[in-house]
T-cell receptor, first 110, second 112 residues
């Protein structure tokens, strides 16, 4: 079945440093979504990308969908302590089913 | 606007006891409904999903079951809990197809 992996599993940065998480699918995706889960909370939808090579920005967050529509990345510029949490990508494959990635946990310290 | 409720928020149950977790959605009709489990510090494991009343698809064989007695109600059950059933149970709803999913606040279950 479809598998969606994310790397790294965990990253610890100093506030102000940049952060990137990468998402890779075993199959071509029709779209990719990103979610954020704060510690103790539930996943919250951030954004959806649909087009090959698409790039979207939300303030300090930049989301990219790969040209082959099998990978995606989330880049955070100048991290803040409010960015702490686990970031999940989720992709829709051929079965029109959304599969969540393994997640990347981000820790930010002052 | 749509809202999704889950209860209870936390639950401590002995091994071998039954389980019933409830999820309800407001403000939408005929949603797709999902049950996920998340072990501490881990990813989301899809347990069940439903595209309509009485329609349940199981993703992982286990001692849990799900039911959808009403359009906007989704129930997760077990007849006898195992230690390995401990975790954070999340209910989510979405539109038709693989659209964005909106998660409820979750239930933290500890089986002792």
């Amino acid at each position: 079945g479809q598998q969606v992996m994310q790397i790294p599993q965990y990253q610890h940065v100093q506030e102000g440093e940049d952060f990137t998480t990468y998402c890779n699918s075993s199959t071509t995706l029709s779209n990719i979504q990103w979610y954020k889960q704060r510690p103790g909370g539930h996943p919250v939808f951030l954004i959806q990308l649909v087009k090959s090579g698409e790039v979207k920005k939300q303030k300090r967050l930049t989301f990219q969908f790969g040209e082959a529509k099998k990978n995606s990345s989330l880049h955070i510029t100048a991290t803040q302590t409010t960015d702490v949490g686990t970031y999940f990508c989720a992709g829709t494959g051929t079965a029109s089913k959304l599969t969540f990635g393994t997640g990347t946990r981000l820790q930010v310290t002052l | 606007s749509q809202t999704i409720h889950q209860w209870p928020a936390t639950l401590v149950q002995p091994v071998g006891s039954p389980l019933s977790l409830e999820c309800t959605v407001e403000g939408t009709s005929n949603p797709n409904l999902y049950w996920y489990r998340q072990a501490a510090g881990r990813g989301l494991q899809l347990l069940f999903y439903s595209v309509g009343i009485g329609q349940i698809s199981s993703e992982v064989p286990q001692n849990l079951s799900a039911s959808r007695p009403q359009d906007r109600q989704f129930i997760l059950s077990s007849k006898k809990l195992l230690l390995s059933d401990s975790g954070f149970y999340l209910c989510a709803w979405g539109g038709p197809g693989a659209e964005t999913q909106y998660f409820g606040p979750g239930t933290r279950l500890l089986v002792l």
